[in-house]
Nanobody
């Protein structure tokens, strides 16, 4: 299982970023995929989940209405569109699924 995140960076409060996670080594279209984040000094938390076909999604309350998870099973890729970013969204973001984790991508939101 290999998961590779990309798209992180530095953005101002209110800005947007789109994270991508390219998957390989497993039957991507058969698995639920998730995005997690871990802020300094805090535990990793799940923030968004998408069903294998992409028809169902769930979000943590902290990101609901601002973040959107989607997937393209033809490209073996899951996305996280992040809008209206806040400084408290600063964290390392990981995708997970198929029994594996990515290496994470840093998102920093400046005030």
């Amino acid at each position: 299982v290999q998961l590779v995140e990309s798209g992180g960076g530095l953005v101002h409060t209110g800005g947007s970023l789109r994270l991508s996670c390219a998957a390989s080594g497993f039957t991507f279209s058969s698995y639920v995929m998730s995005w997690y984040r871990q802020a300094p000094g805090k535990e990793r938390e799940v923030i968004a989940v998408i069903s294998s076909a992409g028809s169902n999604t769930n979000y943590a309350e902290s990101v609901k209405g601002r973040f959107s998870i989607s997937r393209d099973n033809a490209k073996n890729t899951v996305y996280l569109q992040m809008n209206s970013l806040k400084p408290e969204d600063t964290a390392v973001y990981y995708c997970g699924g198929g029994g594996g984790w990515g290496q994470g991508t840093q998102v920093t939101v400046s005030s």
